[in-house]
Every structure is written in C-alpha cells, then in structure tokens.
C-alpha cells in the first residue's frame, strides 16, 4: 500500500474513534477554558508580583490542555493494540515503516491544526480577561507564543504515540508522561545543575514566554522538545520494525 492510502486509513481511523477524536477535540475548550478560569480570577495584586509574564498568563490553561494532546496521541496508537487489531493493520500495509510513518502524520497533523486554533483562542480569551494586564497581539512576542503553541502540542501528541508504540499499551505511556509532565518538573525544579530545563515541557514552553530565561531561547526551547518527540517516534519505529505483531 501506498504512503498516501496507508495515511488516509489512518485518518479514518482517527475521526472514527470516538475516544481518539474526543482527547483531539478536548485540547481547545480544555485549554481555553481553563485559561479564561484562571485570568478571569486574577488581580492587580497578582499582576505586581514578581515574575508575572502577561504572556504566559494568556496560556496558563496549555498544562492542562497539554494532557489532552498526550491522550490524544496515546489513543490513536493504543487502539491498535487492544484485541490483536494491528494485526490487521501490518497485514493492509505490510511495510512497517511505511505504516508507522503514516500513523505518526495521522496523529501530527491533527495535532498540529488544532494547537494553531488553540494558541490564537487562549491568547485573545487570556488577554481580554486580564482587563489591562494582558499582552496585545502585536506586542513582541505574541504571534511566536501563538504559533509556538500549535507546535508544543503536536509535539507532545507526536512523543505520546511513539512512547505508546515503543511499550504497546496505551496505560503504561499515560503512565509515565502524565507524572513526566505535571510532577517530575516540580520535583526536579532547578536541581541537578539546570538539567530541568531541557525536560520536554519546561523547554518547549519557553516559547510562550515575553523573555525566556535559564539560557535556551523560545525556539532552541521547542527544538529540545522536537528532539524528545523525534527520539520517541524513532524508538517507536524500532520497536515495530524488531517485533511480531
């Protein structure tokens, strides 16, 4: 089969689960929302203090809408191992690679579109309740967060499908990168010599910072998290190419 066949079996297959299609559909009111939440709250006092970035207020709901990409991209490999369905898949395109490269698109591409309606949405919602406080979207910086946004979370989708594929169970990856992203980097923190700072959230949300600090810059930040994404994707693809189905 044909990349461009074995790519439109996968979509088909992404906007028919409805529990692959729901994670993918989650991360813009999850993200909105929760942004609008928090800004919607916010008070002079909290804008005074130190360190507050207007910015990065304005997506405050990304680490909540980060976890839906991470369902998403989990979901839409996981599938294929519950009840023997890759099989079935390997046995409609035998060519592994081809295979996993259209299931990587599948799962980027969607990814991709619907963070570069998020980012635009959290930004506007973001700054119209922080009353005053906020950035404007010609302000330096805003468009780059915007865009950076789209490109975290199908990052992040794209790291979630090849850790799934590389373990074969849609459990054991949610496992490992929910506690990954929400507490290792709390845990972590600015302990072993500044290391945190090339985990793949903490480096790939420099990006929607006014002026990132801790000595990577807002696209060095995304590119870090572009090598977690890519060595996961590869791994997944050794891990299908060395192993019966």
């Not at 405050?60 to 989990?74: D, K, M, P, S």
């Not at 579109?113 to 979207?137: E, I, K, N, S």
């Not at 959230?201 to 870090?224: C, F, I, K, M, N």
Request: proline share 5%; net charge positive.
């Amino acid at each position: 089969m044909a990349f461009t066949a074995a790519l439109h079996a996968e979509w088909i297959k992404v906007r028919s689960l409805r529990s692959t299609l729901g994670c993918l559909l989650a991360v813009l009111p999850v993200t909105v929302g929760t942004t609008a939440a928090v800004c919607a709250a916010f008070g002079d006092g909290e804008s005074r203090e130190p360190g507050f970035d207007p910015l990065f207020t304005a997506f405050y709901g990304l680490n909540f809408g980060q976890l839906a990409a991470v369902a998403f991209g989990t979901a839409a490999v996981a599938a294929e191992y519950r009840g023997g369905a890759i099989r079935v898949s390997l046995a409609a395109v035998p060519r592994r690679g081809v295979f996993h490269a259209a299931k990587m698109v599948a799962v980027g591409g969607p990814a991709l579109a619907v963070g570069l309606l998020t980012g635009p949405a959290a930004f506007l919602a973001g700054g119209a309740l922080l009353d005053g406080r906020g950035t404007a979207p010609g302000d330096p910086g805003a468009v780059r967060a915007m865009l950076g946004c789209g490109v975290y979370l199908a990052l992040l989708a794209l790291l979630a499908a090849g850790l799934t594929t590389v373990l074969r169970s849609g459990a054991a990856a949610l496992g490992l990168l929910v506690p990954f992203l929400l507490i290792v980097p709390f845990v972590v923190g600015d302990l072993a010599g500044g290391a945190a700072r090339y985990l793949p959230d903490r480096a790939g949300q420099l990006v929607l910072h006014t002026s990132p600090e801790g000595g990577l810059g807002p696209w060095e930040g995304l590119g870090v998290t572009a090598c977690w994404a890519a060595a996961a994707v590869l791994a997944g693809w050794w891990r299908l190419a060395r192993r019966d189905a």
